[in-house]
């Protein structure tokens, strides 16, 4: 059997409530590997995620990024077979979460399910309607598509 490989979160920084009297609020991050085949990672991921937010996103803000989260990181799962770098950064006034593949240089773009699709293709129209902006950058390989939500709780 093989060994299975330790999962690690990397959390750098004090965050917007751990900073000290006089010092500069230091965004919090959160940064997570995700193979191809560990399709069970996504309710890992999301689980770190709620985690990684509790003391500094309200409930409504943590359920959507949870939902985003999972969308994103499910379709760098089906579409490309390198898996992806999950990355979280909050600040008091902002939380953006960024999934990197490192295969697929094409671009989505929200698809328009039609009623045979079942829930296949809604997830960038999930993106789109509850993220505060969101968006998809090329890198020199592969791409990263993120988002954003706003006002998290100070």
């Known amino acids: 059997m093989a060994k ?3 999962r690690t979160t990397v959390v750098e920084g004090r965050g917007p409530r751990g900073r000290r009297p006089g010092e500069a609020p230091q965004p919090a991050r959160m ?3 995700v193979g191809h085949t560990e399709r069970s990672a996504v309710g890992e991921v999301r689980r770190e995620l709620r985690e990684f937010l509790r003391h500094s996103s309200g409930q409504e803000q943590t359920d959507a990024a949870e ?3 999972s969308e994103l990181v499910t379709n760098a799962l089906i ?3 390198h898996g992806a770098v999950v990355t979280a950064t ?3 006034a902002r939380l953006r979460v960024e999934v990197q593949d490192f295969a697929s240089e094409d671009l989505p773009a929200p698809y328009v399910p039609n009623a045979d ?3 296949h293709g809604r997830g960038l129209i999930l993106v789109r309607s509850l993220a ?3 968006g998809v950058e090329a890198q020199a390989l592969g791409k ?3 988002f954003e939500l706003h006002g998290g709780r100070p």
Request: charged share 35%; proline share 0%; glycine share 4%.
């Open 4 to 6: 299975r490989q330790k």
């Open 31 to 33: 940064r997570r590997r």
């Open 67 to 69: 939902l985003l989260v």
């Open 79 to 81: 579409h490309t077979r």
């Open 90 to 92: 909050a600040t008091a």
């Open 117 to 119: 699709d079942g829930t």
């Open 132 to 134: 505060d902006a969101w």
């Open 144 to 146: 990263t598509v993120w």
